[in-house]
């Protein structure tokens, strides 16, 4: 049997060894009524060779969006990986290591993951981040909690154009819990009106509001005016909750600067394939003044006996395993090696890639969403800033043109409706089923941009 | 000179703290950049509508040869299921195969965009289905999705689905009864889904406490959270009798499927009576734990739960091809787009490997070295519940601390200079001292014996010179922090110099 | 370890009586079980406390306790200090280590507590 090291003649030893005669004594606890009494019917005994082969069967039957021109997004974005991120992963060392509870033989992944928290803070311009939660849409969620609990609040405000997969996420935590939402759809330009005679004033008026929840640049690709709803939210004694992508803060201005109280999102432009969407991770960071909230595992700088620098999991009264049923939430397992290969990334691409890589992504993005409108085929609903990411109208069948496209060796975007549902983005249901969402990565070119434009005038 | 225990390995791990990443390389330091802009530039001030970050973020800059010296480092300073025995109960640290490593890299998967239209991810799809059949046949239960990413979250999972079918029946319920032998995320869950925690006792053989059940059951409850085998390691005879009592006064079972490892093939969860379990494919299906995520906590339901579960869910359609389908009464979404896709495919490649006879075999091989150490252990520790155990076994470190002073922490310090990772420590609660030893069927006869030794070594060290022990470790790359020290004045990120 | 001038409760709180105001903290011995305390919480001056419910959390490294109040009254004093400085309650748990002052509804209240003795024979089953 493959990774079992004891031998036959081993076991028969260790059977005398407790006093047993044969493996079933073993188990003499379980009742005969809840024993299994036939074996597993679970196909397998694939030797190594046999499962690659058949492993390999099951991928290459797939046509990944990796191996094609590609301008899907909407929450997962094929960037470039530099080769070291996944050498790095690829050490035993890091990715069969536990939970760093035992921080004199685990200040590797520590010190990887206070890194990471530093990088985190210093992109979104915050004070706190946590070692990560399970992706962007908990993230969110967790936030909208922590709101609750540190404003004692239970009614949040979501925007409607937060990506619809957040929102259900949102939902389902809040009926089983405790959690009041009330959505604010897009009133114009594809974004939150946050003048003082919009809808979001308006709900924030109604009073006892723990959080208003958006995310910029929102499902739409557009960039929403966060701080005007941070004033708007202040003023109501209510926190700003924003979902940011992480990579294009690079060069957008980080909600930190702008009065967001905490900042989420998807870690995936950070160096993690997309993977059919994951595992990647979801970044939370927050002011030093909520650090006592925070959901999940925190690694602090201390010393050691000897005074050396040393690092530890912190603050962990928090956390379930202490708290119980007081914890601030209930997560235990985090995505530790999707940060940490976060925190590689960060360190490949540099203060300089970073921006480049996202001054790229947008300029692209502009680029390519002039091509579409120059075709006559694509209208754009809206004219709100936007970063690597943007919505346009197609004349035609979206679907057709999107199985067209794919026989050409594109992935012509993500149509909106695919993202959920859109009930409360407050875009007219008609118009809804017509945008296709394109976004454009550093990795598209002028000349594949070209081609795409120009198949699509043809179809 | 104090006797240091040699765990000093070929490659020795680097002694002492390593810089910052941040202090490190030179402001023209570059590792890799994109190509240079073949489209048009364009003011990104107007572009952005004026949301333009004025000060770049303090991330490194460095190259890459320093990016993989520093991380070489940092590794050197990690202890994982490499580089020896990680006996860590209730964690099961088993061995990572590597071609499942290989398998989930494959570009026919990592390259998946989520909102691909099905019939280019049939393979993809194809395999989630394959997990999920597998996982129902292990379990006994035939609802499953793959969607949480960890067992906190397949709890909540199946908490909300309880949920939900009482509303449906106008039965909403307030209490959830529990254990005091649970983890943690349980009552955290509980309070997470609205509900009240009530805890229920153990009785004297390390079971539910039949009688206390009896009386906290009645129409509030909504449910009942157990972990069987239980975290004493122990497989709870009256099993039967207990999920009927929930049932009985209408509440679901629930079966915490983190000790999953020591019974596949030889007993299941739905066969015992329960409503609803979550596995940890970072546990029993060999996905690594990554120090410390992501894992995977799939959850499996019954026929009547399975129209709430959360969607979308992988299915086969009628045609033979595959697609995402939204369960009927669907509780929502409990996560962006599928679930951890790439842990999905580890845990599918090390199924595959075994198929059901191999996971029977790793079962007996499991619950057979747990119970072989308990014998070789049992005289020099305290064993609180003597019975035959399941994967996993509870001692007491009670008689050192009592008799030398030594606590159970010291004894897992002084582990680490034998060069063991060290069991779970004062975890289940309910056993004082508790060291909680689970060694998975992946370590050899000769490393158990190496493993008792050093516990017996350690035994005799705490009676001799527990000073020696009080102190350790003394060989690992730092020594015992300051823990208060990191709680008073939290210092939890990099601040630049002014 | 349990000055004599004080009383005590059986969730290890200590109280000393000055005029109608008591001056509360935790004894030596709850600040022993805790090992070093790194975080007091505690409520604001103006809050009302109620006799046998949790006030405060007081945090060790790796455990959470609650602090409660043996009587009824109005808190007309916290000590902010403990919020910088706490392992004060490790080093001087009966004078700067206290944690609230609280004018008394009743002080007949307090009759029923532990004096040092019985408090000390108290914790000494508990060990």
């Not at chain 1, 005679?197 to 009073?207: E, K, R, W």
């Not at chain 1, 925070?294 to 201390?302: E, N, Q, S």
């Not at chain 2, 050093?454 to 527990?466: G, R, Y």
Request: proline share 6%; aromatic share 6%; net charge negative.
């Amino acid at each position: 049997m493959p990774h079992i090291p004891v031998t036959c003649e081993q076991r028969e030893a260790m059977l005398r060894a407790v006093g047993c005669e044969a493996l079933d004594d073993l188990f003499g606890d379980i009742p005969a009524e809840v024993r299994l009494d036939r074996a597993l019917d679970v196909p397998g005994g694939l030797g190594e060779m046999e499962l690659v082969a058949h492993l390999r069967g099951l991928a290459d039957s797939n046509e990944p969006a990796g191996g094609m021109v590609s301008f899907a997004g909407a929450g997962s974005y094929d960037h470039y990986v530099p080769s070291i991120v996944d050498h790095v992963l690829r050490r035993p060392e890091f990715f069969t290591a536990y939970t760093p509870y035992q921080p004199e033989v685990s200040q590797g992944t520590l010190q990887a993951i206070y890194e990471y928290q530093s990088m985190i803070c210093a992109l979104t311009a915050m004070d706190v981040a946590n070692a990560s939660m399970y992706d962007g849409a908990t993230a969110f969620t967790e936030a909208a909690m922590m709101a609750s609990r540190v404003t004692r609040r239970h009614r949040v405000i979501c925007a409607g154009t937060v990506h619809p997969e957040w929102q259900q996420t949102l939902l389902t935590y809040a009926e089983a819990g405790t959690l009041e939402v009330t959505f604010v759809g897009a009133e114009a330009d594809g974004v939150v009106t946050t003048g003082a005679d919009g809808a979001l004033a308006s709900v924030l008026q109604t009073g006892d509001v723990a959080a208003v929840l958006l995310s910029s640049p929102n499902v739409l690709g557009n960039l929403e005016d966060v701080a005007g709803a941070a004033d708007l939210a202040h003023e109501a004694g209510a926190l700003l909750v924003v979902g940011a992508n992480p990579l294009l803060l690079g060069v957008v201005e980080p909600p930190g600067a702008q009065g967001a109280d905490i900042v989420v999102g998807e870690g995936q432009p950070l160096g993690s394939p997309m993977s059919l969407g994951g595992p990647a991770f979801g970044f939370f960071a927050c002011r030093d003044e909520h650090v006592r909230h925070v959901p999940g595992r925190l690694v602090g700088r201390t010393v050691d006996v000897d005074g050396n620098a040393a690092f530890v999991l912190t603050l962990s009264t928090r956390e379930q395993h202490i708290r119980r049923e007081k914890a601030t939430s209930n997560i235990c397992s985090n995505q530790a090696l999707c940060a940490l290969g976060a925190a590689v990334y960060l360190c490949a691409v540099g203060r300089e890639g970073l921006a480049s890589t996202a001054r790229a992504c947008i300029t692209k993005a502009h680029y390519l969403r002039d091509r579409l409108l120059e075709t006559g085929r694509f209208r754009a609903p809206w004219g709100a800033p936007f970063a690597h990411e943007f919505a346009l109208a197609f004349d035609g069948d979206v679907t057709a043109m999107r199985e067209a496209m794919l026989e050409r060796g594109f992935l012509a975007g993500v149509p909106l409706a695919h993202t959920g549902p859109l009930d409360h983005t407050g875009i007219d249901r008609a118009l809804a089923e017509t945008l296709v969402l394109f976004a454009v990565t550093e990795k598209r070119t002028r000349v594949e941009m070209d081609a795409f434009a120009e198949e699509v005038a043809s179809l | 000179m104090t006797e240091r225990l040699a765990h000093t390995p070929a490659t020795a791990p680097a002694r002492g703290p390593r810089r910052l990443i941040f202090e490190t390389g030179a402001a023209e330091s570059r590792c890799v950049m994109p190509p240079e802009l073949d489209v048009p530039a364009i003011d990104l001030d107007v572009a952005l509508g004026g949301a333009v970050r004025t000060e770049p973020p303090v991330v490194p800059h460095v190259t890459e040869v320093e990016i993989a010296r520093h991380y070489a480092h940092l590794a050197s300073m990690n202890f994982g299921v490499d580089s020896g025995s990680y006996p860590l109960g209730s964690c099961t640290m088993k061995y990572n195969p590597r071609v499942n490593e290989d398998a989930a890299r494959l570009e026919g998967f990592a390259g998946l965009h989520p909102y691909q239209p099905a019939a280019t991810v049939q393979g993809a799809l194809e395999l989630m289905v394959g997990l999920a059949e597998a996982l129902a046949e292990v379990s006994g239960l035939p609802g499953v999705t793959l969607q949480p990413a960890a067992g906190a979250h397949g709890e909540l999972t199946a908490l909300m689905c309880f949920r939900a079918c009482h509303v449906d029946q106008g039965d909403a319920r307030a209490r959830v009864v529990i254990p005091d032998s649970a983890h943690g995320t349980n009552p955290a869950t509980v309070a997470m889904c609205g509900y009240e925690v009530t805890t229920v006792p153990s009785d004297e053989r390390g079971g539910v406490d039949l009688e206390v059940l009896r009386s906290v059951l009645d129409t509030d409850v909504a449910a009942l959270m157990l972990t069987n085998p239980n975290t004493l390691g122990l497989f709870d005879e009256n099993i039967l009798e207990i999920t009927r009592l929930a049932h009985e006064v209408g509440a679901f079972a629930y079966c915490d499927g983190a000790n999953l490892n020591a019974i596949m093939g030889i007993s299941r969860p739905g066969d015992m009576g329960f409503d609803a379990f979550h596995t940890n494919l970072h546990k029993t299906f060999s996905t690594p734990h990554g120090g410390g995520g992501p894992g995977a906590g799939p959850v499996c339901v019954t026929e009547r739960l399975s129209p709430y579960l959360p969607g979308p869910v992988p299915v086969r359609a009628v045609d033979g091809s595959f697609e995402f389908a939204w369960p009927e009464r669907s509780i929502g979404r409990v996560r962006s787009f599928y679930g951890n896709f790439g842990i999905l495919v580890r845990a599918y490649a090390y199924v595959r490997a075994l198929g059901g006879e191999g996971l029977r075999e790793v079962s007996e091989q499991a619950v057979l070295s747990a119970n072989y150490l308990k014998e070789r252990l049992r005289q020099a520790y305290d064993l609180p519940y003597d019975r035959t155990c399941m994967h996993e076994f509870v001692l007491s470190g009670s008689r050192q601390k009592r008799e030398h002073g030594v606590r159970s922490l010291d004894i897992a310090k002084r582990l680490l200079d034998h060069g063991f990772h060290p069991p779970t420590v004062y975890f289940p609660l309910i056993v004082d001292e508790a060291l909680m030893i689970e060694p998975t069927e992946t370590e050899s006869l000769e490393e158990l014996d190496r493993f008792a030794d050093a516990m017996l070594a350690i035994a005799e060290e705490a009676a001799t010179d527990p000073d020696l022990v009080k102190s350790a470790p003394y060989t690992t790359p730092v020594r015992r922090l300051d823990e208060a020290g990191a709680a008073r004045n939290p210092d939890l990120r990099y601040r630049r110099e002014e | 370890m349990y000055p004599s001038d004080l009383k005590y409760d059986k969730e290890h709180e200590w109280v000393r009586l000055e005029g109608d105001v008591a001056i509360i903290g935790i004894s030596h011995f709850a600040q022993n079980q805790l090992g070093e305390v790194v975080y007091v919480d505690l409520p604001s001056e103006g809050d009302a406390v109620t006799v046998g419910e949790p006030f405060g959390e007081i945090e060790s490294v790796k455990s959470v306790s609650e602090v409660y109040s043996p009587a009824d009254g109005e808190i007309v004093k916290v000590n902010s200090g403990l919020a910088d400085t706490p392992e004060t309650v490790n080093e001087d748990p009966y004078g700067e280590g206290w944690m609230i002052q609280v004018k008394l509804a009743d002080p007949s209240q307090l009759d029923g507590l532990l004096s040092a003795e019985e408090y000390e024979a108290f914790v000494s089953k508990e060990v």
